[in-house]
């Protein structure tokens, strides 16, 4: 079947073709009956509009590129979902590509969306990548959520991670605990360096430090998680652990259970992004709270402000986290409508 054009809408609603336009273009220079009347006629014809076309005279894609780095981790889905709210409302699309924490992944996939002419590209970027992984945006703006790169030409939106942790070891220190670990993440990750730099400043205040044999890295990772702290809780004396995200905190949990270690008492835990499972989880899961829907608002109204050209100074925020207090660090179960 032929593509049903804009003329032949105007001549079934009887109208020209321009007002078929504006009534696309959902201008307030047409009568509001006569704009349910063309609206109601591509219905009927099965009109289906021609983005490729209209780019061509904008252009403008209205399509944004987001490339992130797992989809199965709650957290970034969480950004996703704030991109998401923001984009929907502007009527533009998310492209989606994952990583899988690969860089010749992530640039194949960048240089895919830049080729499709993306208005503008959100990305968490994959470990260890440096602004040399990234092909030639030509000029497409790049916002970076959660993981800063040095050197990078991108605006950033992320979390306190520093302030985060710090209240995160002070709480635990309030608890009784001294021999603090912190268990997972990457070394030469920003957020990790963050957030083991928050917990070792506090500590330090304090005359305690977090020794090399107490702050193991590992991806962060349920089954890698899980093994790094088998280790750990074999091999040291420990009575609290922080850990570099929620999912690291849940392998650390599986093997506090494996080794019937009483959480709460014995050891407490304390995770950072505070997912929806937390509070769920069984013990629930005390964690730092990170904005995770509204660091992906913010980047998605950052990105469409540089896609217009509306801001010219680089844009780095950092939004406040929040200790949420519950059973694995020995403070009550929050009631249900926590």
């Avoid at 950004?79 to 989606?96: C, K, N, R, Y």
């Avoid at 506090?202 to 020794?211: E, M, R, S, T, V």
């Avoid at 995770?292 to 010219?312: C, H, P, S």
């Amino acid at each position: 079947m032929a593509r049903v054009t804009l003329m032949d809408v105007a001549q079934h609603c009887q109208v020209s073709r321009a007002t078929v336009s504006l009534v696309l273009r959902d201008s307030p220079l047409v009568a509001d009956a006569t704009r349910e009347r063309v609206k109601q006629g591509m219905k009927d014809l099965g009109y289906v509009y021609n983005r490729a076309a209209a780019s061509l005279r904008t252009q403008r894609s209205d399509a944004i590129g987001v490339v992130l780095t797992q989809i199965n981790n709650p957290y970034f889905a969480e950004f996703a979902a704030g991109l998401q709210d923001v984009l929907g409302e502007s009527g533009v699309v998310p492209l989606l590509g994952v990583s899988n924490e690969d860089r010749e992944q992530q640039a194949r996939i960048t240089q895919s969306l830049v080729e499709r002419g993306v208005d503008g590209i959100v990305m968490i970027p994959a470990h260890g990548t440096v602004p040399e992984d990234l092909p030639n945006l030509l000029g497409t703006p790049l916002v970076l959520m959660a993981r800063k790169m040095p050197g990078a030409a991108a605006d950033y939106v992320g979390a306190v991670n520093h302030a985060g942790a710090a209240a995160a070891a002070e709480h635990l220190y309030e608890h009784g605990c001294r021999r603090i670990a912190f268990l997972g993440g990457f070394t030469d990750s920003s957020a990790r360096q963050e957030r083991f730099g928050g917990v070792s400043q506090f500590l330090a205040g304090k005359g305690l430090d977090i020794p090399a044999e107490l702050a193991p890295e590992c991806p962060p990772l349920r089954p890698d998680s899980y093994r790094a702290a088998l280790a750990l809780l074999q091999g040291q004396q420990v009575d609290g652990v922080i850990c570099f995200n929620d999912v690291v905190a849940f392998g650390l949990l599986d093997a506090l259970a494996d080794l019937d270690i009483a959480v709460g008492s014995q050891i407490r835990v304390i995770g950072f992004d505070d997912v929806h499972e937390a509070v769920h989880s069984r013990p629930s899961l005390s964690s730092v709270a990170v904005p995770a829907r509204e660091t992906g608002r913010r980047a998605a109204q950052i990105v469409l402000e540089r896609a217009k050209g509306l801001t010219a100074e680089p844009i780095h925020e950092e939004l406040p986290t929040q200790l949420r207090t519950r059973e694995t660090c020995g403070c009550p179960r929050p009631t249900p409508s926590a």
